[in-house]
């Protein structure tokens, strides 16, 4: 396996990561946050600690394959792909997790630890900019594996 096999396969291995979390993201968007903004503040605990525990089972392996296959692109990216969509790529990915880390887990730990009938609304509305960003960087993938595959 040359060098090339493993640019190729690197930026595979990101794009079907990439593809996983895009649909996950979105069916937390339009079918997951809004039940949770349905449970009552009563009933919020135990509901959000299950979500946080079967969430982590989901998303734990195409998270870390996207993050560490970005790294790797930014070492290591087919010649046909210029750097510049590289690392857009990877600003994409910092955003999505920044969010995670600044919007959506705090909430979720509220929800869990002192819920009140705003957390599940809130969750709704800060996970925008995750959905963007996963969605910005799907159509990014896409696009640099065309450009690999048709040059």
């Known amino acids: 396996m040359d060098q090339n096999d493993v640019d ?16 996950l993201i979105w069916f937390v968007q339009r079918v997951h946050y809004p039940l949770l903004a349905l449970v009552s ?18 998303v734990g392996l195409p998270m870390a394959i996207e993050g560490v296959t970005t790294l790797g692109l930014l070492a ?8 510049g969509w590289v690392w857009v790529n990877a600003v994409l990915l910092a955003v999505a997790l920044a969010s995670t880390v600044l919007l ?3 909430l979720h730990t ?7 009938d705003s957390v599940g ?3 709704v509305i800060t996970n925008w900019p995750r959905t963007i960003a ?18």
């Open 8 to 23: 190729l396969w690197l930026l595979l291995l990101n794009s079907v990561a990439t593809w996983a979390m895009v649909g």
């Open 41 to 58: 503040s009563d009933r919020a605990r135990p509901i959000a600690l299950e979500h946080q525990r079967r969430t982590a089972q989901v």
């Open 76 to 83: 290591w990216h087919p010649d046909e792909i210029a750097a």
């Open 104 to 106: 959506s887990v705090p």
């Open 110 to 116: 509220r929800m869990a630890e002192t819920p009140d």
């Open 121 to 123: 609304r809130r969750l």
């Open 134 to 151: 996963w969605s910005a960087r799907g159509v990014l993938c896409a696009v640099m594996v065309h450009q690999v595959l048709t040059h």
